[in-house]
């Protein structure tokens, strides 16, 4: 379950800010096609790229993660 709601948000958050996969994936250090497989549930995240994907897009873990609906950092 959490993983379907991390893929659906970092889709989200890729697509409402009109980027590539490989825009994200040279933002967060890794390749677009695994930015893909995390879009897509495929691949579980690490806690380093977590942590990327939330600086990068602004936006806490917690709700990265599906943990809470808010997505402002505390």
């Known amino acids: 379950m959490i993983l379907s709601i991390l893929a659906e948000r ?4 890729r697509e ?3 980027l590539k996969l490989k825009d994200v994936a040279l933002a967060v250090g ?6 893909g ?3 897509h549930g495929r691949r579980a995240i690490s806690i ?3 942590i990327k994907m939330a600086n990068f897009y602004d936006v806490s873990t917690d709700w990265l ?3 809470t609906d808010n997505p402002k950092r505390s």
Do not use: F, Q
């Not at 970092?10 to 958050?13: A, E, F, M, N, S």
């Not at 890794?30 to 930015?35: D, E, G, K, M, R």
């Open 16 to 18: 409402n800010r009109n």
């Open 30 to 35: 890794i390749t677009a096609s695994a930015v």
């Open 37 to 39: 497989s995390l879009e």
């Open 65 to 67: 993660l599906g943990l």
């Open 10 to 13: 970092l889709k989200y958050l």
């Open 48 to 50: 380093e790229t977590l």
